[in-house]
């Protein structure tokens, strides 16, 4: 097995036992959080936030300020799971089927798990949540989750909204009270201390601070009479101050039950910043979404006591999420093969030797959220020094980190050489054929029956908000399809509704705006639509049309089905044939 250390780092060399000798590998926790950018970190130079215990962990960490995430939520996921682009994993959207990482690929927990490690997942996964795709089948053994994108989304249960919510423990609904943040801690930290005497890897991944944005009376007060504060930016920040405080409860359970020594310890966001103050963004431009720097470089802290890693030191070289898989393989020494080409690699190098030499080398980020692939769609070219973005603009990062001058005329051959990395790079998606394929759901499988499926999925051009609850309550109108594995031979009943059947609503149901909770930030709208007449299905060889009766709250087609991918159409049509989705639709072999 490859040592630890290179030979440059002699001193600690003699300290420290190779891992083969080591009685118990690292344990690994990643603690990422959602739409918290740059600048949102009092250790960033924010006067307002009040992060202390992040602060602390920044001058006790190496910090990577030159790290790149993608633009947006579920594709930063993708990446940091398989050391792929975004764009090869079916996982450039965060919703319309286009969220669901393919099965085929080797994702950061299955490596984990097969090299002796326990694996936990808590809070955001956003990359499926039905079979195969959810973190129970991609080689996590504990987990805790939400749906969809963030909680109150279509495929979340219904009628969460932070407090005393409902998840998913390992496939089966369980009731919590709580804070959302304060529940994924917990259920991380009851992890770790069941685990705590056999290496872990804990993915700690907060929906926080994300909007809605519902934050706990005592965060808000924090921050309520700050002159200038907009009130989103006021709830923002104490839903950070929210995880921050959590934080302190993770470090001392760590120090408490002796890890922190041997504990790698990661924070990270996944993309740039959303509801943050305008004008700290931490001097970069733009936020969550956008090619320029704002929508993509983040913090990232790592901190490993006993690996030598920490001291509070800065390293600017460039690195990105697609490197983290790769550089925990090289790091701890697991067994891994590559079964498709990484556009990650590892920066072990640079975690244990300052002075390290690192290859200037050619990144590529976009911002697709679209049913298809799109050439030249909001993209970044990026090395070490040099931002090419969409072709047009050219900045010196290195010198104009803010990225207000543009120097394309002055150096063309700058913006032709990273023109030319583009080309070749889109050419390597098209040829893994990523543009012909999609990600099915798998139906009639004992490991989901029955399949509860939401319009999150949905394959469509436009979504009208179909992919939130809210857009079931207000009857949001599209149109479009799912893909649909249908496993085995036999005979299916598939339910279309407008509400969940924890939701006891019916199709026409109608109901008053909710009332705001003083704690709550935003809220579902009324349900006032109750002209829901037919509803229309097309799966393999089931057609038809049925009519809704007032007080109905689904409607049953059922029919044999051979096994085999099909396209599936569900819609509900109102009395003057607008056409909706069958917001929810439950599958299931019996």
């Known amino acids: 097995m490859k040592h630890f250390f290179h030979t440059i780092a002699l001193v600690c060399l003699v300290a420290l036992p190779s891992f083969a000798e080591q009685a118990k590998q690292p344990n690994v926790i990643i603690v990422i959080t959602d739409d918290q950018g740059h600048g949102d970190l009092g250790s960033r130079g924010n006067p307002y936030i009040k992060t202390p215990n992040l602060d602390k962990l920044h001058g006790e960490s190496l910090r990577f300020t030159?790290?790149?995430?993608?633009?947006?939520?579920?594709?930063?996921?993708?990446?940091?799971?398989?050391?792929?682009?975004?764009?090869?994993?079916?996982?450039?959207?965060?919703?319309?089927?286009?969220?669901?990482?393919?099965?085929?690929?080797?994702?950061?927990?299955?490596?984990?798990?097969?090299?002796?490690?326990?694996?936990?997942?808590?809070?955001?996964?956003?990359?499926?949540?039905?079979?195969?795709?959810?973190?129970?089948?991609?080689?996590?053994?504990?987990?805790?989750?939400?749906?969809?994108?963030?909680i109150g989304q279509g495929p979340d249960y219904w009628g969460n909204d932070y407090f005393d919510d409902s998840y998913w423990h390992n496939g089966k609904m369980e009731s919590y009270k709580g804070y959302c943040t304060d529940v994924f801690f917990d259920e991380a930290m009851r992890f770790i201390d069941e685990n705590k005497e056999k290496p872990f890897f804990c993915y700690l991944s907060t929906?926080?601070?994300?909007?809605?944005?519902?934050?706990?009376?005592?965060?808000?007060?924090?921050?309520?009479?700050?002159?200038?504060?907009?009130?989103?930016?006021?709830?923002?920040?104490?839903?950070?101050?929210?995880?921050?405080?959590?934080?302190?409860?993770?470090?001392?359970?760590?120090?408490?039950?002796?890890?922190?020594?041997?504990?790698?310890?990661?924070?990270?966001?996944?993309?740039?910043?959303?509801?943050?103050?305008?004008?700290?963004?931490?001097?970069?431009?733009?936020?969550?979404?956008?090619?320029?720097?704002?929508?993509?470089?983040?913090?990232?802290?790592?901190?490993?006591?006993?690996?030598?890693?920490?001291?509070?030191?800065?390293?600017?070289?460039?690195?990105?999420?697609?490197?983290?898989?790769?550089?925990?393989?090289?790091?701890?020494?697991?067994e891994f093969t590559e079964q498709r080409p990484l556009d990650g690699v590892s920066f072990k190098n640079l975690m244990l030797d300052e002075n390290a030499e690192w290859p200037n080398r050619i990144f590529y980020m976009d911002t697709q959220r679209m049913q298809n692939l799109i050439k030249y769609k909001d993209y970044a070219v990026m090395d070490q020094d040099w931002r090419l973005v969409n072709g047009k603009e050219l900045y010196n990062v290195t010198e104009d980190l803010a990225q207000k001058n543009n120097v394309i005329k002055e150096y063309p051959e700058v913006a032709a050489r990273l023109a030319v990395g583009y080309e070749n790079w889109w050419q390597s998606i098209m040829d893994e054929g990523v543009d012909e394929r999609y990600a099915y759901i798998k139906v009639g499988s004992p490991h989901e029956n029955p399949s509860r499926i939401n319009a999150h999925?949905?394959?469509?051009?436009?979504?009208?908000?179909?992919?939130?609850?809210?857009?079931?309550?207000?009857?949001?109108?599209?149109?479009?399809?799912?893909?649909?594995?249908?496993?085995?031979?036999?005979?299916?009943?598939?339910?279309?509704?407008?509400?969940?059947?924890?939701?006891?609503?019916?199709?026409?149901?109608?109901?008053?705006?909710?009332?705001?909770?003083?704690?709550?930030?935003?809220?579902?709208?009324?349900?006032?639509?109750?002209?829901?007449?037919?509803?229309?299905?097309?799966?393999?060889?089931?057609?038809?049309?049925?009519?809704?009766?007032?007080?109905?709250?689904?409607?049953?087609?059922e029919g044999n089905v051979s096994a085999g991918k099909y396209d599936m159409e569900a819609q509900l049509i109102d009395k003057d044939g607008r056409v909706h989705p069958a917001y929810y639709v439950y599958i299931e072999k019996f």
Not at 477 to 487: M, N, S
Request: aromatic share 12%; with cysteine; glycine share 14%.
């Open 66 to 150: 030159n790290f790149h995430v993608s633009t947006t939520c579920a594709p930063s996921r993708g990446s940091l799971m398989t050391g792929r682009h975004c764009n090869r994993l079916n996982v450039y959207h965060t919703i319309t089927g286009r969220s669901l990482l393919f099965e085929d690929e080797v994702v950061l927990p299955e490596v984990f798990a097969t090299n002796g490690y326990t694996t936990g997942m808590f809070g955001k996964w956003h990359l499926g949540d039905n079979y195969p795709f959810r973190p129970m089948d991609r080689g996590f053994h504990e987990v805790v989750r939400h749906g969809g994108g963030g």
């Open 457 to 557: 999925d949905m394959l469509t051009g436009k979504h009208g908000g179909s992919w939130s609850q809210n857009g079931a309550i207000i009857g949001s109108q599209a149109a479009g399809r799912w893909k649909i594995e249908f496993v085995e031979d036999g005979r299916y009943r598939i339910s279309l509704r407008r509400f969940p059947r924890e939701s006891g609503l019916g199709i026409n149901a109608t109901f008053p705006k909710q009332e705001r909770r003083e704690e709550l930030h935003r809220f579902n709208g009324a349900s006032t639509k109750s002209d829901f007449s037919e509803a229309y299905l097309y799966v393999a060889s089931i057609e038809g049309k049925k009519k809704i009766s007032a007080d109905q709250d689904e409607v049953n087609f």
């Open 207 to 334: 929906n926080a601070p994300h909007a809605p944005l519902n934050v706990p009376k005592k965060y808000y007060d924090m921050y309520k009479d700050i002159p200038g504060l907009q009130d989103t930016v006021k709830r923002f920040y104490g839903m950070v101050t929210n995880i921050d405080d959590n934080m302190k409860r993770l470090e001392d359970q760590l120090e408490t039950l002796g890890l922190r020594e041997n504990t790698i310890l990661i924070f990270m966001t996944d993309n740039g910043g959303t509801w943050g103050r305008p004008g700290f963004e931490g001097g970069l431009k733009a936020g969550k979404g956008s090619p320029y720097e704002g929508g993509h470089r983040v913090p990232f802290f790592v901190r490993w006591p006993a690996g030598g890693i920490g001291g509070g030191r800065d390293d600017d070289r460039f690195v990105a999420h697609v490197d983290v898989l790769p550089t925990f393989v090289d790091l701890l020494g697991l």
